[in-house]
């Protein structure tokens, strides 16, 4: 994310940032990999960390006993890495520097470092610049190692497409950047596609909280929230413009409320400060994010509060690809629902068909499950669909594969005409 012009908002981009378990997608466990490529023998290295924020890789590679010279453009980040290597008696192996990479000649000599390390910043001054200017610094048969965005399919879906088209106009296929690294006169020595979860669980979620209770603590101030707002944006991207930052301001039903603070929710997540309004006023949605964001919970809170508790029939259908997610669904409708006493089953492969019959005509109220098997229950008139008013179609980019396709669409002209999506 770029860094703001303007003294204070610079202060919040530092407040959001520092502290964060890293400055870009990532884990340790990535770091270790990559290091590991290039370093197999555990000797020590001279290593120049580009862009280093707080220095959360810095301190993972000096731990291990390497030599590190930190450079970022923020001076706030600089000074947290100072103290904090003094307090880890660190400070031997790491030197911080406050320097922009745009201007990396003014700080560092050439044919000093085994390794040029840019985890998650050299999208900044761009991939093919960063390779091409950098590689000076690099003793003879040094290394680069660097996270760079890449597209891992030909045909993203659109609205991916569209979001890191506006935040990373210059993304590439990850076969294109391979050819590049080749035409800047390297020889790639592994490449691998980070874990799912390394987006979220120590980047992009904590920094979603830290945003929420920024917000919280600088709500009415304008050129705060403007900030506040920009950083989010480059996370989430929406055309619904509401945000509901509690659960309590969602009008839901008491019982309802009670369920998700029983889960342990205590504050909606992005996704579902966005998602759940429109859900609940009958809007046709489509809702994209990562893996742990809370879009199960998402559309589980709203199937929630349409159902009529007092009415038994099938009100609700959500198609899984796989019988364990449609069987981890199912467990969250009757965690969120607990207090409502609402009914739930799961229509999956490996049931017995006879008991999915007999379940499903004693009355059910959501319904979830794999399309074969739906179908097949629709077919049979055991599950029926005249009172169904909402339908899911939980990771929809698997769902609508050709595999899934044909049995989609069938399942759709069962549907009432006037169903929500």
């Not at 100072?82 to 990479?101: N, P, S």
């Not at 950083?231 to 839901?252: A, H, K, P, R, Y």
Request: glycine share 6%; charged share 25%.
């Amino acid at each position: 994310m770029s860094l703001p012009s303007d003294d204070f908002a610079r202060q919040i981009f530092f407040k959001i940032h520092n502290g964060l378990p890293r400055q870009g997608p990532g884990s340790t466990q990535s770091t270790l990999r990559a290091l590991h490529s290039i370093n197999p023998s555990h000797r020590h290295l001279d290593i120049l960390d580009v862009g280093c924020g707080s220095g959360v890789t810095t301190f993972d590679l000096a731990r291990l006993g390497h030599r590190l010279i930190a450079i970022d453009n923020h001076e706030l980040f600089i000074e947290t890495v100072l103290t904090r290597a003094k307090q880890e008696y660190l400070a031997e192996r790491i030197t911080a520097v406050v320097g922009d990479m745009f201007r990396l000649p003014e700080f560092v000599a050439p044919n000093t470092f085994d390794v040029i390390w840019s985890e998650g910043s050299i999208y900044i001054i761009g991939f093919e610049r960063g390779l091409t200017e950098w590689k000076k610094f690099l003793k003879k048969d040094g290394y680069l190692v660097c996270s760079e965005l890449s597209w891992l399919t030909k045909n993203p879906p659109f609205e991916a497409h569209n979001f890191w088209s506006k935040h990373y106009p210059n993304m590439r296929s990850r076969e294109e950047n391979i050819r590049i690294i080749k035409e800047c006169g390297y020889e790639l020595i592994d490449s691998f596609v980070l874990a799912e979860d390394d987006w979220w669980n120590e980047y992009y979620g904590p920094m979603e909280q830290r945003i929420h209770e920024l917000k919280l603590k600088y709500k009415g101030h304008q050129e705060a929230e403007s900030v506040l707002n920009e950083q989010l944006n480059g996370i989430i991207e929406s055309n619904w413009t509401e945000l509901v930052d509690e659960f309590d301001q969602m009008n839901l039903r008491e019982p309802l409320l009670r369920g998700i603070y029983g889960f342990g929710f205590e504050r909606p997540s992005a996704i579902q400060q966005r998602a759940i309004k429109p859900c609940i006023l009958g809007h046709d949605v489509i809702a994209q994010a990562q893996s742990g964001t809370g879009k199960t919970a998402t559309f589980t809170i709203s199937i929630l509060q349409r159902i009529d508790v007092n009415f038994k029939d099938c009100q609700a259908l959500i198609l899984a690809p796989t019988r364990e997610l449609a069987q981890q669904i199912q467990k969250v409708v009757l965690a969120l629902g607990d207090y409502m006493s609402v009914t739930c089953h799961a229509c999956i492969g490996g049931n017995k068909v006879q008991d999915d019959i007999k379940r499903l005509e004693s009355g059910v109220q959501v319904v979830v499950g794999t399309p074969g098997r739906v179908y097949d229950m629709l077919q049979r008139r055991a599950l029926q669909s005249k009172n169904i008013k909402m339908l899911v179609l939980d990771e929809a980019d698997e769902m609508l594969k050709e595999g899934f396709k044909e049995q989609i669409y069938n399942i759709f002209m069962l549907m009432p005409e006037n169903i929500q999506v």
